[in-house]
């Protein structure tokens, strides 16, 4: 949701098949018999009780203890109750991480930002990416595997900052029904695809204006966007909504029909869909592509991607803001997305390699998204026959529905190109759709004493239907203006604070040897000294400096489309910084919860802070550490 923010800022400045047998421990009997090292283990607190086991608690007269699991689980996690769902392939996770890692911005703020800012763009996103990002990436993942459990419940390794993983929920849940919104637009156009004749082609409509004709700033596909589609001309403003653009809530209740059904009956299936939908718009854009290079122009539109801009002001703040952004939305950062897909791992797969995995995959898949926009501009030019820098279009999804789909009217079978492209659009949405639902579904039922089948089946319910209410104000006549507003300021500050306080937390009060010796019993490997050192000194200190250069020459958000620019009233702007700092309240909320109601140590990992599996926890509680000093901390982020 942020390429909206961004483009604004820019603009304003620019002018298991089978699951895991855990019997195979056996196979790794250093694990479970090597004594433990008087130097790295200190006796238990007064206050600390080993977790029960199913027997105990069935000797203690909890017959059911066991009763509530899911139906299709076999895991052998007796030891609290909790069993996880796992994914049958490691290929499904992947995928899974690629659908949050490939999102709307890959395809409308990417490929924009790298042509108008210069190569230069292209290198600090790069850097950003691949050096912080596999990184945080890295962090997330082991996490969510470690635990089995999603951000409300990863944060039990420090009680006091329980409300970091709260945060990251309510940020997700902000965030869920701007996505459902993008979603339906491209469902309303994959469906306006199959019209005899594409109704964005001329000017000679009822919705268009004289100004529809010759222009290249407000021509059909921006008037059909505005005018027909979103009919926003219908709304004074934010204070004057309009009605509700009902085939606009045809669309989104479409969408929550399909969101059900890929994720009521867990991963086993979700899993399958990511992998059909992450394939189905790649062969969609590699046939896309193909087709652009075909036209006149193209090469003009890949040659304006590459070429050196002279004209662009690299010391500007912006594009390296800008850069930045992006690469932590494309990890996921501080969304708490990555924990829950990682939380239905096998706890012996590969971190590391899978995130330098993704992240190369990731980085592949922008590549070729890019070349498609750009050679698909390039030809749009040629047939609007005037330079592509008149034609160049602002960075963000709603220039994605404005100017490439005047385009395909100049096609042959203009009706399968105009679908493929909103097709790739609309699977963006499903997968961020399913990801970001998923993890609400999930904290929900991880939550619950008792559950099955059917009590996940009703809470998805909920959810979806839940979702397409707190949708509707978005889908009135004058929905995009609100949804500007918020888009502005759900990033102001959230995500540059959460993630500061999850790189001290985890790397200074859990510390780094405890994260070490997590990593490595489930990999066998500890991390990296580099990328401890990352996590500890470098990630804090970038995140702070960035937050401060985004209030530097901080100007307000204004909402402008072909013909109007609308100035929000005071009330909207305390309402778009009450959604900006609503994320961070259960931070402090639950610190103080902690405090009164807590008995335990608020920086110690509470009792149930660990595998869920029996084994691997009896394990780690074998090996559990208290009361470390500072020097230790220091000292094992150095040594492994």
Known sequence: MAELAMGRMEDQNHGVTREEDHTRETNHPSQLTEPVQPSTFHPPPPYYQPPLSTQMLSEAGHENVTSFVLEAETNNCGNSGFQRERWTSNVEFIASVLAL???????TVLPYSSSRYSVAFMAAFAAFYFVIGVPILYMDLSLGQFSSRGPAHIWNLCP???????????????????????????????????????????????????????????????????????????????????????????CCAGLSVVVFFALFWGVKVLGKVFCITMSLMSVLALVLFIKAMT????????????????????????????????????????????????????????????????????????LLAALMMMSLTGALANTKQTSIYNVETAAGIVSAHEYIPELFPHLPASQFWSFAYFCILLLVGLNSQFVYADMIITAVVDSLPRRSRMIRIMITVVT???????????????????????????????????GILQFLTVGWIYGMGRLGRDIEMMTGTPPPIVIKFIWCFILPPVLLIFLVLSFIDYTAPVYIDDSRTIVYPVWAHVLGWFIALV??????????????????????????????????????????????????????????
């Open 101 to 107: 890692n490939i999102d709307y911005g890959t395809f």
């Open 160 to 250: 006091l900052f329980r409300g970091i993983g709260v945060g990251m929920m309510v940020y997700s849940a902000i965030f869920l029904p701007a996505i459902t919104l993008f979603s339906s637009w491209s469902l309303y156009y994959v469906v306006q695809s199959f019209s005899p004749m594409l109704p964005w082609s001329n000017c000679n409509n009822a919705w268009n204006t004289p100004t529809c004709f010759n222009s290249t700033t407000g021509g059909p596909g921006v008037q059909y966007l505005h005018k027909r589609v979103l009919q926003v001309s219908e709304s004074s403003g934010i204070d004057d909504m309009g009605g509700l653009q009902w085939e606009l809530v045809g």
């Open 295 to 366: 036209l006149p122009g193209s090469s003009d539109g890949l040659a304006y991607l590459f070429t050196l801009n002279f004209r662009a002001d690299l010391t500007s703040k912006h594009i390296w803001l800008w850069a930045f952004l992006r690469a932590m939305f494309t990890v996921g950062m501080t969304s708490g997305l990555v924990n829950n897909l990682a939380s239905y791992r096998h706890f012996k797969s590969s971190a590391l390699r899978d995130s330098v995995i993704i992240c190369s995959v990731g980085a592949v898949g922008r």
């Open 464 to 498: 979806c239907i839940a979702t397409l209410l707190i949708t509707l104000p978005y889908l009135a006549k004058g929905g995009v203006i609100l949804m500007v507003l918020v888009d502005s300021y759900i990033i102001k500050v959230s995500i540059y604070i959460l």
């Open 583 to 640: 994320q961070l309240a259960p931070v402090p909320v639950f610190a103080l919860l902690a405090l009164v109601t807590s008995s335990q140590h608020l920086f110690s990992p509470r009792p149930e802070w660990g595998p869920t599996e029996d084994s691997y926890k009896r394990q780690y509680d074998s090996q559990r550490q208290y009361n470390v000093t500072l020097t230790e901390r220091i000292t094992s982020i150095f040594t492994n």
